[in-house]
Nanobody, 124 residues
């Protein structure tokens, strides 16, 4: 499946952004999905995951209560709603899809399909 991420930009601390990731080539219904991010000089880290049904989600501790991952299988799209953004959230955000079935697929090496990344910059 091919993934296309969008929605990044430059925002101020406390602002909100919604990232989108649209799939083509195959339906997302059979995939577990995730959002990762990579800040300058740091390793890629998992931000959030969601199961195939959308019924269960996992969040990185530092984004709990601020970020929400969701999916719309009918639109073949996943989202990451980011509220109360902080400078530490600055990173390139990547969407990813995996055939692994689990309540939370945490590791990048388990994901076979990746979007190109969208830059989120939080700065005053």
């Amino acid at each position: 499946v091919q993934l296309q991420a969008s929605g990044g930009g430059l925002v101020q601390p406390g602002d909100s952004l919604r990232l989108s990731c649209t799939a083509s080539g195959q339906s997302l219904r059979s995939y577990s999905l995730g959002w990762f991010r990579q800040a300058p000089g740091k390793e890629r880290e998992i931000v959030a995951t969601v199961t195939r049904s959308g019924g269960r989600a996992y969040y990185l501790d530092s984004v709990k209560g601020r970020f929400t991952i969701s999916r719309d299988n009918a639109k073949n799209t996943m989202y990451l709603q980011m509220n109360s953004l902080k400078p530490d959230d600055t990173a390139v955000y990547y969407c990813a899809a995996t055939n692994v079935v689990a309540s939370a697929v945490m590791f990048a090496e388990h994901y076979g399909s990746w979007g190109q990344g969208t830059l989120v910059t939080v700065s005053s």
